[in-house]
């Protein structure tokens, strides 16, 4: 019995080896029958076929799918395939493709914010800008560069050509500051200075009046900037001297019942004088065309004031010969007094007479001293 049950096991064993090595013999012829058949199959395919440069490739039911980069309909072509019957899963590879890290994938699937970037012109550097605009009568200067965008109210200042830069910057004020100023150059700042070193703004200028001066300081009076300003000094002197002849006419009225014509045409003759000087051509006694005009004024103080009668004295300052400048004084005293005859001035109420070089009334050692001392003064002698 013993010997019966082995040789029954021992046929058992056997016919299952054989079985499985059929099996095994059996899969393996089939296969290749398979991936031929799923080969024609997919083959068949419209969207694969539509495909340029694609095609399909099985290892047993799994199918690798090869498409060129930029194929659109990738995925339909492996949903198309997938649905074969026997196939198991397809793969997709893309040819021609560059692999990219997962950080720039990301970013290019974001919409190529990085080339964005990249196209983008890099922020200059800015630096705190530093400069002036000085003007006067005649011309307006900028000295240093200024913003590219303050080029506008530069215009506004005068500037004929202003000097800006891209690369320059200053505070957020400045521009309505020099915005505020810019009205007031030439009319009631007829000179002055405009600095600006960042966000720090300095005016300086010159009103040819006190109402002029006022008007200034109010329109600058909101603005962030250290301002100075004054009245021209030529002009605050002779309001000051025809303030003090106007006290001395009425002092004189009070004390006489009256005004006294001599005082009064004095005073007249000395406001003139101080807003302008008597001047003749270099070495010359003939009268500018200045000198011309002042004459021409003297005459009409003379003609409201017909009792009085003027002496004119010529000076000269110590250079050169004494008798050479003692006739030249002479000469340009009666060059004054001949230009009262032509106006109308009767020549008997004139007196020229000249002094030379020795009644100085400054230093001859300076040009400025010396010119001081080359005047005419006309004084009024006595009532007729």
């Not at 500051?177 to 810019?182: D, V």
Request: overall charge negative; some cysteine.
């Amino acid at each position: 019995m013993d010997v019966l049950r082995r040789a029954d096991r021992r046929a058992l064993l056997w016919g299952l080896g054989a079985w499985l090595a059929i099996c095994v013999i059996g899969s393996f012829w089939a296969l290749p029958q398979v991936e031929s058949s799923l080969d024609e199959r997919a083959g068949d395919i419209a969207s694969l076929r539509a495909a340029d440069g694609a095609s399909i490739e099985f290892n047993g039911r799994d199918g690798y799918l090869s498409v060129p980069a930029g194929t659109q309909n990738a995925e339909q072509i492996a949903s198309d395939i997938a649905d074969i019957r026997g196939v198991r899963d397809v793969e997709i590879e893309v040819l021609g493709a560059v692999a990219l890290p997962e950080d720039e994938a990301s970013e290019e699937d974001d919409g190529a914010v990085e080339d964005d970037n990249e196209a983008a012109e890099p922020t200059p550097e800015l630096s705190p800008a530093s400069f002036s605009v000085e003007w006067d009568g005649d011309a307006t200067t900028q000295r240093g560069a200024a913003p590219d965008e303050l080029g506008g109210v530069l215009d506004d200042l005068g500037v004929g050509e202003p000097q800006t830069a891209a690369d320059l910057t200053v505070g957020a004020d400045v521009g309505s500051t020099l915005g505020a100023l810019a009205p007031l150059i030439g009319t009631d700042l007829i000179d002055g200075t405009v600095t600006v070193d960042d966000d720090v703004v300095t005016v300086v200028g010159t009103a040819p009046d006190a109402e002029a001066l006022e008007r200034a300081n109010a329109a600058l009076a909101q603005v962030n900037a250290d301002i100075d300003l004054r009245v021209d000094p030529a002009a605050e002197a002779a309001a000051e001297t025809e303030a003090d002849a106007d006290a001395d006419a009425n002092e004189g009225a009070d004390a006489d019942g009256g005004a006294d014509a001599g005082d009064s045409a004095q005073a007249a003759i000395d406001r003139l004088l101080a807003l302008e000087s008597i001047e003749f051509e270099t070495n010359t006694a003939t009268p500018t065309a200045a000198t011309e005009a002042i004459i021409d004024e003297v005459a009409t103080t003379l003609t409201e004031f017909p009792e009085v009668s003027i002496v004119i004295t010529g000076h000269t300052d110590s250079r050169g010969d004494d008798a050479a400048n003692q006739a030249l004084s002479e000469a340009r005293a009666q060059a004054v007094v001949d230009g009262l005859v032509e106006s109308g001035i009767d020549a008997d109420r004139l007196e020229a007479i000249g002094k030379g070089e020795t009644e100085p009334i400054d230093s001859n050692d300076t040009a400025a001293g010396q010119q001081r001392n080359r005047r005419v003064d006309i004084d009024v002698e006595e009532s007729a």
